[in-house]
């Protein structure tokens, strides 16, 4: 075998490793969630390169990005995605642990909660994952004073509210919304909320 054809074996093999995690942290997603990703995927204007800019970047030294590198890109920008997602989920309560935490004595009540909005939760492997930071043993009925008013606000697939509410947001100081919940600024907090996914 040649250092090419080498080269190119490696190349595939990589392609199909990173085609089989993503096909098993698919499965982890709702059908919502999918279908809200794939849109914002499909929405996403590609940057259009014009020759102009080539021949700028080719005087610069700056080769132009092929298909290939591009796919690269977006490739790895899928696995961290996946990646942002299990770092999420692994710091989170089943939903017996907070009906126990609750002192309710029906995991059913979680749930219940849940498709009230005054829970968050998103299912990963058929289990229903509770974020522990939304719990507060100060706050109304265990919950973060005025998140579930922000769960309503919010437009967008459970996941996407969970990662948007852990963010840093510019338009808060830098504070992460459960940051500024904390904070009293539940109204800062709602006005935000009620602007993402508005375009």
């Known amino acids: 075998m040649n250092a090419t054809t080498f080269v190119e074996k490696s190349k595939s093999q990589h392609k199909q490793e990173l085609i089989e995690q993503a096909a098993k942290a698919l499965n982890r997603l709702s059908t919502a969630e999918i279908e809200y990703w794939v849109s914002r995927i499909k929405n996403t204007p ?3 390169i014009s020759k102009a800019e080539t021949n700028l ?3 610069l030294g700056v080769a132009p990005i092929s298909e ?3 796919r690269d890109l977006e490739n ?3 696995k961290d995605f996946f990646e942002w997602r ?3 989920l692994s710091n989170c309560y089943t939903a017996s642990e907070v009906a126990q935490l609750l002192g309710v004595k029906s995991r059913q009540t979680p749930h219940d909660r849940r498709r009230h909005k005054s829970l968050i939760a998103v299912q990963d492997n058929g289990i229903w994952k509770f974020p522990k930071w939304q719990f507060d043993p100060t706050g109304p009925h265990g919950v973060l004073p005025g998140l579930p008013d922000v769960l309503k606000a919010l437009d ?3 996941f996407s509210k969970i990662s948007w509410l852990i963010r840093p947001n510019s338009a808060l100081n830098g504070l992460t919304p459960v940051e500024a919940l904390k904070k009293g600024r539940k109204n800062a907090v709602i006005a935000e909320a009620q602007a993402v996914g508005v375009m």
Do not use: N, T, W
């Open 76 to 78: 790895e920008a899928f």
């Open 156 to 158: 967008v697939p459970d």
């Open 57 to 59: 970047a080719a005087k």
């Open 46 to 48: 590609m940057p259009i």
């Open 86 to 88: 299990q770092q999420i």
């Open 68 to 70: 290939e590198e591009q």
